[in-house]
């Protein structure tokens, strides 16, 4: 399948063409009605400085149900026992500034450019990408950022800075999914440490099937507020 090269119009081919990777089209911007637009359909950015904006929309998918999401006794006790504070939406920029850097410090790429940077914190203040934070001490500790369409969460990137931060900050999250009416998070790629939470892989129908029923409206939403 080629790789399509984007224009000024905010188009995208259809995810059928993306390449064995996922890959499936090139260049564009990353202002926020492209953003929505791709995410709506199950495309996302990701790339490295240097490099041209890449978009891909891999299969399978990994999704996390919150209803099947598998708590390990370990985490619960961490959280039963209070050692984070736990909010949302009250540092967006930091927690997405420390999912790159923490990337860079252990030596790792990260494709959180400046540019990508700039675009999520956009959509974050016209209501369309949230953050969760862990606290210890006051310091921010790990949390994990995304992008929400009505009842879809788009899980981005995470970070740690402390043991179980990113982990009771997806934990809450899934234990607020009524409150905050999400009934599936895109996990984007699978991992081994994904999957021990319970999380699924789907194939591409079925998940172009998953966007369909939830995702009715494109609004933006009130900042979060967790239980």
Not at 11 to 36: C, H, K, T
């Amino acid at each position: 399948m080629p790789v399509f090269q984007l224009t000024d119009d905010i188009i995208f081919p259809p995810v059928e063409y993306a390449e064995p990777d996922g890959l499936l089209a090139l260049g564009g911007d990353l202002s926020p009605a492209r953003l929505l637009t791709a995410y709506r359909m199950g495309i996302f950015p990701w790339y490295s400085e240097g490099e041209p904006i890449l978009w891909w929309s891999p299969a399978p998918r990994l999704v996390l149900f919150p209803e099947k999401f598998h708590l390990p006794r370990r985490l619960g006790r961490t959280m039963r026992k209070g050692v984070f504070t736990v909010t949302a939406d009250t540092a967006f920029a930091q927690v997405i500034s420390a999912c790159g850097e923490i990337r860079k410090e252990s030596g790792e790429g990260t494709w959180i450019t400046e540019a990508m940077r700039k675009s999520y914190i956009e959509l974050h203040e016209l209501g369309f990408a949230h953050s969760v934070e862990c606290w210890q001490n006051g310091e921010l500790a790990g949390g994990l950022y995304g992008v929400c369409l009505d009842r879809m969460f788009f899980g981005e990137s995470m970070f740690s800075r402390r043991s179980d931060a990113s982990k009771v900050a997806l934990a809450t999250l899934v234990g607020n999914a009524d409150q905050l009416n999400i009934r599936a998070i895109d996990c984007q790629m699978t991992t081994a440490h994904l999957l021990r939470f319970g999380s699924c892989e789907l194939d591409r129908q079925d998940f172009q099937e998953l966007l369909e029923r939830f995702i009715q409206v494109i609004e933006p939403q009130k900042k979060w507020r967790l239980h």
